[in-house]
T-cell receptor, first 110, second 115 residues
Framework: RKEVEQDPGPFNVPEGATVAFNCTYSNSASQSFFWYRQDCRKEPKLLMSVYSSGNEDGRFTAQLNRASQYISLLIRDSKLSDSATYLCVVPNSGYSTLTFGKGTMLLVSP | EAGVTQSPTHLIKTRGQQATLRCSPI?????VYWYQQALGLGLQFLLWYDEGEERNRGNFPPRFSGRQFPNYSSELNVNALELEDSALYLCASGAPLPQDYYEQFFGPGTRLTVL
């Protein structure tokens, strides 16, 4: 299994739709996880952190399944402004460095 | 609060030349991370500096090097540039948090083009 694996997409959804992305990871020792959002030709920005079973912030919900080693990101009521690439990020041992997935592209259309 | 800054925004070099990229972390952050984002390859970890020392490096050749200054700003040097070094180079700063995890905050990046 690759260190961090994501479906590259793109996921094309209409405004108002609910969309979910999955990310699988290989390091079973990882305790915390992150979702970053990256707009085209911009830097990644931290979207959510996931520590225990999950985290919710408004329309965004991140869930963690340690047994299956995957993290999911659910976006409800999609907005045009949600169009971006979503990066799944897994800390390495000691949390000194992060391993980034290649990202999942989301395109929200009117 | 000022975020992570990087300079220059764009850099054009020819093969064989050297490139120097600069990064200033968020005030109070002691760690600086460098990443390379080449087209289609995702972010690849390059180097990590903390308190002036190189703490870890990714799977890159020695011609990628850098340093961190006493004010925690950092420099990335790429010697003997090759065409495949063309990429967006991102700097991130971070500080350890009590919950035993890091958050990294990214600068806008330097887009290096090697001709």
């Amino acid at each position: 299994r690759k260190e961090v694996e994501q479906d590259p997409g793109p996921f094309n959804v209409p405004e108002g739709a609910t969309v979910a992305f999955n990310c699988t990871y290989s390091n079973s020792a990882s305790q915390s996880f992150f979702w970053y959002r990256q707009d085209c030709r911009k830097e990644p920005k931290l979207l959510m952190s996931v520590y225990s079973s999950g985290n919710e912030d408004g329309r965004f919900t991140a869930q963690l399944n340690r047994a299956s080693q995957y993290i999911s990101l659910l976006i409800r009521d999609s907005k045009l402004s949600d169009s971006a690439t979503y990066l799944c990020v897994v800390p390495n041992s000691g949390y000194s460095t992060l391993t980034f997935g290649k990202g999942t592209m989301l395109l929200v259309s009117p | 609060e000022a975020g992570v800054t990087q300079s220059p925004t764009h850099l054009i070099k020819t093969r064989g030349q050297q490139a120097t990229l600069r990064c200033s972390p968020i005030s109070g952050h002691t760690s600086v991370y460098w990443y390379q984002q080449a087209l289609g390859l995702g972010l690849q970890f390059l180097l990590w500096y903390d308190e002036g020392e190189e703490r870890n490096r990714g799977n890159f050749p020695p011609r990628f090097s850098g340093r961190q200054f006493p004010n925690y700003s950092s420099e990335l040097n790429v010697n003997a540039l090759e065409l495949e070094d063309s990429a967006l180079y991102l700097c991130a700063s971070g500080a350890p948090l009590p919950q035993d995890y890091y958050e990294q905050f990214f600068g806008p990046g330097t887009r290096l083009t090697v001709l």
